[in-house]
């Protein structure tokens, strides 16, 4: 199975800051991967696939990338609605797996 | 808009057996792959199966693999998720997804809880 590790566990900023969060994969996933968000109390929402797709509706402050096996979530100017849980997820190869991810929250 | 509403969650004892649904709509439902993917409390997020659109493929990881079967009704536009020999540690909240290889749109969960 694919692993992925995920960094940080947790994380602390403040509005109109840019944060990171990343995965690393156990394996080449060939830019496989995908990104949610999920609110306390809500189910995850897709936020990009692919390592740097965009899903519909999604804000352009979200963005991700890659290098080697080592992907990140970037979030620009963050917004208090930014308070979230996020998770990566290798859609590479079955068994799908996810990162254990990522509290952020706002100052 | 897509919707996807579980239902058939509880409280069931170890050992025993419980039916998961999920009612789509807002989409052509046989024409995706589906899946549910479970979160336990306070926990992340783990895949437990996928189904092709007709159902003639599935997919489980080891976790489960034996003890789940998915299945859909394409003519209801419904997935279900047998859950057979229940263990503690299948208790979570479990989410009803469309799989693009991502999950592209997921409900908004059903409690199961495995406890005597």
């Known amino acids: 199975d694919i692993q992925m590790t995920q960094s940080p566990a947790s994380l602390s900023a403040s509005l109109g800051e840019t944060v990171t969060i990343e995965c690393l994969a156990s394996?080449?996933?060939?830019?496989?991967l995908a990104w949610y968000q999920q609110k306390p109390g809500k189910s995850p929402q897709l936020l990009i696939y692919?390592?740097?797709s965009l899903q519909d509706g999604v804000p352009s402050r979200f963005s991700g990338s890659e290098s080697g096996t080592q992907y990140s979530l970037e979030i620009n100017s963050l917004q208090s609605e930014d308070a979230a849980t996020y998770f990566c997820q290798q859609h590479h190869d079955y068994p799908w797996t996810f990162g254990g991810g990522t509290k952020l929250e706002l100052k | 808009e897509v919707q996807l509403v579980e239902s058939g969650g509880g409280l069931v004892q170890p050992g025993r057996s419980l039916k998961l649904s999920c009612a789509a709509s807002?989409?052509?439902?046989?024409?995706?792959?589906m899946a549910w993917v479970r979160q336990a409390p306070k926990k992340g997020l783990e895949w437990v199966a996928t189904?092709?659109?007709?159902?003639?493929?599935?997919y489980y990881p080891d976790s489960v693999k034996g003890r789940f079967t998915i299945s859909r009704d394409n003519a209801k536009s419904s997935l279900y998720l047998q859950m057979n020999s229940l263990k503690s540690e299948d208790t979570a909240t479990y989410y009803c997804a469309i799989e693009v290889n991502w999950f592209a749109y997921w409900g908004q969960g059903t409690l199961v809880t495995v406890s005597s």
């Open positions: 807002g989409f052509t439902f046989s024409n995706y792959y």
């Open positions: 189904i092709s659109t007709s159902g003639s493929r599935t």
């Open positions: 394996e080449d996933i060939y830019s496989n």
């Open positions: 692919d390592a740097s």
